[in-house]
């Protein structure tokens, strides 16, 4: 056989071979999707009859469901933080002391401090592309506008386009109010006062009725100066400082344009993957539904059974479609790896007459957004789906967290480089129905600063024992929730201690409806015993430890220099941090949102 003819036998085999070997070699893609907001009770595959998820439902079986999947704070700042990192919030300084739980202004110097580690940053040190589309909520800038410091770039994403703030009612004109309400009130009426004193002082030395100094008048005036100027530039003004639209680091639409957000979105992220086909990619698809206010995409408009939240879940179901089509189409679907999650559970508190409930359901369990260690805050949908590598309709129910993505991609990536204290673990093992137990024996649940609960998962028992150090009031009392304040806070008057803590087991009582005893509970010593011997080796992890508000400003800087992110200092308006499209502060821009709608349509 001459060589020619030998070469040619073997050409075919050699290029399969190769093949073969760049498949091994070849990194998976992932995209990862997380709703703001989003009610585990709200999804047809966690029991939902009533709104349609058709989309969401289809991940769930041709992929892993998780059952117990649990956010680490039960607010989306340090959810977030905590999911990005793979640590508990307190790690990175994302934890607050008082009332302030979240980020409240885009020109705060808080946010994720640069020391700290994002999966996106591990990725992109392993070659991939990194993309974040939609909201951050993590700060920008720390000392002068443009330093973006705190910004997604600096963070791991080496393309953001969104929200570096998020959705709230003050974008949209008629919708309300969400930042510091009673803050806004005081500041309007101490305007209103001195604007009163300054006429009645006037009036009383126009009549000679008194002698008042003009010296005096002039301070009054002033004071009703800078009482106006206080309230109105950072609060009136609010819609244009927040809500606005980055690409990378330039504002490109300020104040943002609600009506069309969804569109936007979605083909920055279909054109996301559609760039990255032919290599590696991380897509982290962070939608800005379902937090209000609502929107009204005419395309979805009364079409629910659930009224404007109904609209818009069915419309994020519809947008979840979409992407899993996009991924599909380009045949990335057995190489790329998809979950879908929330940020934390549904905002019971949030309603109106007109439109009824704007907040999402939580199912059977207890509670929502803000209330600290309750199930129904922090248990959030979870679905993973991988053609070819995870089993189609695998069901989990061991305790797993939205920590755990961090360890998860690192592995899958194959990034061995030594890491900080982590609080995830690998879900692969899981996931694959290579492991049976989950690594979480142990889960704390912090409200703010504060640990709230402590879930144990005793080794060769189905109990999930749920220990409760304290629990938010809830207002008006008897209610489900803190109505009257719209949001429960973690500190002083407006929880209850207990001592002993309460005690439930979730296996059995999933709702947390029936407190355990010494009576009803032979292992009650036991979980007490070791829950607080865990928390010891836990707290020993962790920075300086806080226990009251009135000594946090002792912990703004830990041994590892981690300050506090949420302090009053942090949070507060600075206009010389403020994002601006043009001048300051005379900022405003608007984007071409016709360049979306072929890719939407």
Known sequence: MSRFAMLALLLPLILTTGSDVSAVEQKPNFVLMMVDDLGIGDI??????????????RLASEGVKLTQHIAAAPLCSPSRAAFMTGR?????????????????????????????????KRLQQQG????????WHLGVNCESRGDHCHHPNQHGFS??????????NDCVPGEGRDVLVDVQQTLQHL????????????????????EVSLWFLVLLFFLGLVAA??????FALLQTWNCIIMRNQEVIEQPMTVETLPQRLLGEAQNFIKRNADHPFLLF????HIHTPLFKSPAFTGKSRHGRYGDNLEEVDWIIGK??????????????????????????????AHIGQKGGWNGIYKGGKAMGGWEGGIRVPGIFRWPGRLAAGRVVEEPTSLMDLYPTLKYLAGDKKPDRELDGYNLMPLLEGKAARSQHEFMFHYCGIYLNAVRWHPPGSDSVFKVHFFTPNFSPPGAGGCYDTKVCLCHGEHVTHHNPPLLFDLFHDPSESRPLTPDTEPRYAEVLERTAKAVMRHRSTLPQEVTSADDASKASTDVHNVQNQMTWEKILWRPWLQPCCGTFPFCGCKEDAAIYESTTA
């Open 285 to 288: 698809f962070s939608l800005a």
């Open 229 to 234: 100027a206080v309230w109105y530039v950072p």
């Open 128 to 135: 991939y592309s990194t993309g974040l589309i939609g909201k």
């Open 88 to 120: 508990y919030a307190l790690r990175s300084g994302m934890a607050s002391t008082g009332r302030v739980q979240v980020l409240l202004f885009l020109a705060g110097s808080g946010g994720l401090p640069a020391s700290e580690t994002t999966f996106a």
């Open 159 to 168: 393309y953001f386009y969104g929200l570096p703030f998020t959705l709230f």
């Open 191 to 210: 305007t209103f006062l001195f604007g009163v004193g300054l006429l009645t002082m006037v009036f009383v030395r126009v009549s000679g009725l008194l």
């Open 323 to 352: 992407v899993i089509e996009t991924v599909d189409s380009f045949g990335l679907a057995n190489n790329t790896l998809m979950y879908f999650t929330s940020d934390h559970g549904g905002h019971l508190e949030d309603s109106n």
């Open 44 to 57: 047809g595959c966690y029991g939902n009859d009533t709104i349609r998820t058709p989309n969401i439902d």
